[in-house]
């Protein structure tokens, strides 16, 4: 009985905990009104590789609460993604007109342009999926695929954090839940006896996450340069208004 109850606090712990990491990070941007310090790729990640595990689950039917948790998933990172469009830096690449990615990905300047990436991305995997989906091969690859991609989430994150040589801007909260939830479901995922794919997925992903925490010891969460030069540009207009 008791080990009926851990399972099921389990399940829903997994199904809605991950989503949940993000409710103080962007609680955080609203009440600064500035996204600088969170990588917006982590939205970019996290959307791509829950809707390719749903094409997963598909072909595939593992756990249900590991579809639960894609699908909440899905609906938090709209919203995170919303907020940080809403307050980007003055000084994004939007903004200054200068990305240097082809076709300017995942830095457009409208919220409308990624919805209709993301629904272009759906339509895609459901023609291959309508296709392909009775092959195992191509379900197993899928699967690769979207576990590969939430996999690399905190990469986006590491880079942002060198390059400012700094965490500034991105919360504590949102490293301890990754810590966490990652070592929670590589643990969930071997005691559940879930595909391979899960498994090694999840152990690069805690790496990842543990060298970050590096990064927080090595650099602190002091505020980059980039944005001292901004805060002062700002106090000098304030002050020739007021003259």
Not at 17 to 30: E, F
Not at 118 to 125: G, K
Not at 152 to 161: D, E, F, G, K, R
Not at 185 to 210: G, H, M, N, R
Request: hydrophobic letters at 50%; aromatic letters at 14%; glycine letters at 6%.
């Amino acid at each position: 009985m008791m080990a009926s109850w851990f399972s099921i606090l389990a399940s829903i712990g997994m199904a809605i905990g991950p989503p949940l990491v993000y409710a103080d990070q962007a609680y955080s941007i609203i009440r600064k009104q500035d996204s600088t310090g969170f990588s917006r790729d982590v939205c970019a990640i996290l959307l791509t590789a829950n809707i390719t595990r749903c094409f997963f689950w598909m072909g595939n039917r593992f756990d249900n609460t590991l579809l639960w948790q894609s699908l909440l998933m899905i609906l938090a990172q709209l919203a995170l993604l919303y907020i940080c469009i809403r307050y980007r830096p003055s000084l994004s690449p939007e903004n200054l007109g200068a990305s240097t990615r082809p076709f300017s990905f995942w830095q457009w300047p409208t919220y409308t342009q990624y919805l209709e990436f993301l629904a272009a991305f759906i339509l895609c995997q459901a023609i291959l999926f309508l296709i392909l989906g009775r092959s195992h091969v191509f379900v197993s690859i899928l699967g690769f695929v979207a576990l590969g991609l939430e996999s690399t989430l905190p990469i986006p994150q590491l880079i942002s954090n060198y390059k400012q040589r700094s965490l500034y801007g991105f919360r504590m909260s949102t490293l301890i839940g990754w810590i966490g939830g990652d070592s929670f479901k590589t643990a969930y995922f071997f005691l559940q006896e879930l595909p391979l794919q899960f498994k090694v997925c999840a152990i690069f992903q805690l790496s990842v996450d543990c060298a970050i925490v590096l990064q927080r010891f090595l650099y602190g969460n002091a505020p980059p340069a980039t944005t001292l030069v901004e805060e002062d540009d700002i106090e000098q207009a304030l002050a020739l208004s007021e003259e």
